[in-house]
C-alpha cells in the first residue's frame, strides 16, 4: 500500500511539473486551479475589498449614531443623493445596516475566512498535492467573485440596496411598498446570496472530500492539526444548512415575483389589501435561521481553529486537551444545528419551542466553556513567543469569553425578553463572532503570510500597532454598548432622538464612536503593512515560527503539487513542542519542536492521539 | 463628559506614541532585522498584556460607574422583578467568571512570555482537569435552567383567570393602535381584508360581528395598576415588535397570526414619577435637554417620564419612531377614561358627516 502511494505521488507530481510550464497569466492569476492561489485570490476579494466595504459602512453608521441629524463631507461623498446636504437619510441608514452586515457576516467571515485558510491549509495540512478538484474550487470561487461584484452593483440601483436587515425577515423584504430597498436591491440581494450559496457549496464538498481522501500517509483523523478539524466540520455544518437558506430565498423569490405566499398573509399596505393568504413570516425565521444560527460557527470555529494552531506553536507547548478540542468542536457541531429557535423566542412561536432551544443553547454554553478553559491552559508555563499572531489569538480568547458569557443572558428565553433586539445583542454577537472571528482572521494573514507570499513577512511591530489599538477599541466600542442596550435601546433606529429617555446617552454614544473611528484608522496600518510586504517585505527562514506542521515543509517558492519531491510521511501528531525525554531532555537537541514528519526517535513514546 | 472623551483619546494617543517610540528605539538597538518576535518584544508585549488586563478592568469599572445608571428602572409589572432577579444573578456569575478567566489569560500571557532556553512544559492532557470544567458549567448552567424555564412557563402562560383586561395592540408602518375588547371584554373579530378606510373602519373589525360593536379604538394606551392585561398583538403590513421595555415585555407583531403577551401593571405612572431612579433621570434628561435647546436654538420640551412602547423588529423607514404613549393609572381613573371614549359602533354606525376617531396623540408619526 505504502508503495503504490509513493508511486502514485510521484506520478502526479510528473504530471504536475509539465503543467507548470505551460502557464499562462491567465491560468496562473485569474483562473488558477492552484489552491494556494485561489486562497490569495479568497484573501484579497473577500477580506481586503469585500473587508473595507464593510467596515467603511460600519463607521458611517456610528457617526450618524453619535452625531445624529449633523451634515458630514463624507456622507455627502459616499451617499450622494441618500445624504442631501450631507445629512444621512432614514431609509440609507437602514441599508447600510443590512450591506453592513450581510457583507461582513457571508463575505468577509465566511467566504473570506473559510475560502483563505481552508484552501490554503488543508492540502498543505494534510499533505496533498491540491484540492479534490481544483477545478470546482476554481469555480467556486469565481462564483464567489459574481456574488461580490452583484452584491456591490446593487449598492448603486436607483431605489438603493437591501434595507430589511441581513436577515431579510419578509414581508419587509417581499413587498416593494413597503421600503425602497425592498425592490430591485433586494432582486440583486437574493440572487447575489443564491450564487454565494452555490459558491460555498462547491467549496465545502471539496474541502470534506479532500480531508476524508487526500490525507498523507501516516496523517490518521487523530494526528490532524486542529485547524483542518475546524475547516472540516465548519465544511460539514455549511453543506447541512446552506441548502435550507437557499431554499428560503428561492421561496421569498417566488412569493416576491411569482405571487405564492410562503411567507406571506393578511396584508393592508399603502391602502390596499394585498391578495397574500396562508403564509407565515415565522416560516421564513424558522428557515432562516436553520442556516443563520449554523453560520456563526460557520465562522467561528475557523477561527478558533486557527487560534489553536497559532496558539500552540506559539506558546512552545502542545494544545492542551486535544482530544477534548476535537470533541468540543463536534459538539459544537452538532449542537449548532438545533439552538436555531433562541433567535426566535418572541416572534410567536410556541413558547414551549422556546423553553426546548433555551435548553439547547445553554447546553452549547459547555463545549464553549471548556474550549476557552483549555486555550488558558495551553499558555500556562508556556515560552510565550509574542508574534502579532499569538497576540491576535490571546485576543480572540479574550473576547469569545466576554461576548460568549453574554449568551447565557440571550440564550434564556426569560432574560432575552427584554434585551431582545437591543444593542445588548449587538454588543454581544459584534464580540463573540465578529470580532473573535476578525482576530482569528489576523491572526492567520500574521501567521500564514509567508506561505502565502513565498517567505515574506509581515512586519511585526506595524503588527503590534494594529493588535494593540484594535483591541483596546474593541473592547472600547462594545463593552459600554452593553449598557446601551440594557436601557432599552432597540437596534437598527436611525437615531434615537424621538425618546427622551434615551437623551442621557447620547455621551455614550460619541465615545463608542470615537473608538470605532480610531480602530478603523487602525486597520489601514494592516493594509498598509500588507500591501508593502507583499512587494517589499523581508524574506524569513522557511519555518519562521518553527513549527511542527506539514506547511513549513515546503519550499519558499511556490511550486505546482506543493512539494519538489515525495509527500512527506507523518509520525507524529502536531504538537510535539517541547516533548521531552526520559532525561528531561529535547527529543532532538537544542531544538524545542519534533515536525509531524520527524519519525519517531529511539525509545521515544508517542503521546496523546 | 467630554473631558472625559478628551482624556480616553490622549491616553490612546499616549500610547500610539509610546509603540513608535519603541519601534524606532528597537529598530535602533536591534541591527537583526528580523521579523520574528525577540526576547525584546516578548518583554514588552507581555507588560502590555498585564497592562491590558488592567484596562479591561478598568473599562469594565469605569462603565458600572458611569453607565449603571443608564439602565432601566425598577420593573413596572409583576412578573417583571423575577426577570430582574434571574438578570441579576445570571450577571454576578458572568462578571465572576468573566474576572476570573480574563486575569488568568492575561496573567498567563505576562508570566509565561518567552525567553530564549526557556523550556515551555510538556503539558498535553489532563483527563480530571478537564472533567472539572466540564461539570461545573454544567452544574451552573443547569441551575439557570430550571430557573429561566420555571420563569419563562409563568410568564408564557397566558390564561383568562383573575379576570384580565383584554387589549389588542395593532401595528403598521409607522404607528400603533389599541383596541378595548369593551364592556363584554370580548374583541370582535377582525382581518385586514375587511378594512374600509372610507368607513373609519381602520382596523378592519367585523361590522356584522356584534362583539365587536363596543370595542374603543384609541391611540394611546391606559392600563389601571393591579389588573392583569391579556394583549392579543396583530399587524397589518410588516413585522412589528411591541416592546415595553419598562414592564420587561415584547412579543412580534406579525401579520396573518395573532400573537400574546400578558403582563400585571404594579405602579401607576404617576408612582413611577416618583420612583428615585426615574426623578434623577429625568432630572439629568432635563438638563441635557436644556443645554441643547440653546446650542441648538431647536426648543426641547422639558420631559416628563411616562411608559412607552417602542417598535423593535425593522419595519422600514421610520422605524425608529414608532411609539406610544402608555398611561397606568388607578381603576377609577382607568374606568372613566374608558366612559369617554367612542365605541366602534358609535364611530362606524353614525351615518352623518366623518366620523371623528379618539385623541390622536401627537407623538405618532408624519412621515
Known sequence: MSSLTAQVDDHAHDEQEHHHHKDTFVTKYIFSQDHKMIAKQYLIIGVLVMGFIGIAMSLLMRMQLAWPGEAFLVFDTFLGKWAPDGIMDADVYLALVTMHGTIMVFFVLTAGLSGTFSNLLIPLQIGARDMASGFLNMVSFWLFFVASVIMIISLFVEAGPAAAGWTIYPPLSALPMAQPGSGLGMTLWLSSMAIFIASSLLGSLNYIVTVINLRTKGMSMTRLPLTIWAFFVTAIIGVISFPVLLSAALMLIMDRSFGTSFFLSDIFIQGEVL???????????????????????????????????VMSTNARKPIFGYRAMVASILAIAFLSTIVWGHHMFISGMNPFLGSVFTFTTLLIAIPSAVKAFNYITTLWKGNLQLNPAMLFSIGLVSTFITGGLTGIILGDSTLDINVHDTYFVVAHFHLVMGISALYGLFAGVYHWFPIMFEGKMLNKNMGYIHFWVTAICAYGVFFPMHFVGMAGVPRRYYQNTAFPMF?????????????????????????ANFIYSIFYGKIGPQNPWSSNTLEWTTPQKHVHGNWPGAIPEVHRWAYDYSKVDGDGEYIIPDQDFVPQHIPLQQDEEELNH | MSTLLILVVLVLVAIAVWQLTKIFELSQVKKVNTQIATDKDNKYNGYMLFAFLV???????????????????????EHGAEVDNLMLVSMIIIFIVQTITQALLYYFGYKYKGEKGKKALFYADNDRLEFIWTIIPVIVLAGLILWGLYTWTNIMDINDEDDPLIVELYAQQFNWTARYAGDDNVLGGANVRLIDIDRVNVMGLDEADSYAFDDVIVKELHLPVGRKVNFKMRSQDVLHSAYMPHFRAQMNCVPGMTTEFSFTPIYTTEEMRQNSDVVDKVKRTN????????????????????????????????????????????????????????????????????PTFNTVDDVSMTE
Not at chain 1, 279 to 295: A, D, I, K, N, R
Request: charged share 20%; with cysteine; hydrophobic share 45%.
Open chain 1, 275 to 309: 391578495h397574500y393568504q396562508g403564509g407565515s413570516p415565522v416560516l421564513y425565521e424558522h428557515l432562516f435561521w436553520f442556516l443563520g444560527h449554523p453560520e456563526v460557527y460557520i465562522v467561528l470555529l475557523p477561527a478558533l481553529g486557527i487560534t489553536s494552531e
Open chain 1, 503 to 527: 437623551d442621557e446617552l447620547a455621551d455614550v454614544q460619541i465615545l463608542m464612536t470615537v473608538f470605532a473611528l480610531i480602530a478603523g484608522a487602525a486597520q489601514l496600518v494592516f493594509v
Open chain 2, 55 to 77: 484596562f479591561i478592568y478598568g473599562i469594565t469599572i469605569f462603565s458600572f460607574a458611569k453607565y449603571a445608571k443608564f439602565l432601566l428602572p425598577t420593573a413596572g409589572s
Open chain 2, 287 to 354: 438638563i441635557i435637554r436644556a443645554e441643547k435647546s440653546l446650542r441648538t436654538g431647536e426648543v426641547l420640551d422639558p420631559w416628563e417620564f411616562d411608559y412607552i412602547l417602542l417598535c423593535n423588529k425593522i419595519c422600514g423607514r421610520s422605524h425608529y419612531n414608532m411609539q406610544m404613549k402608555i398611561i397606568v393609572e388607578t381603576e377609577e381613573e382607568y374606568t372613566k377614561w374608558i366612559s369617554e371614549q367612542t365605541t366602534f359602533a358609535e364611530t362606524v354606525f353614525k351615518d352623518d358627516e366623518q
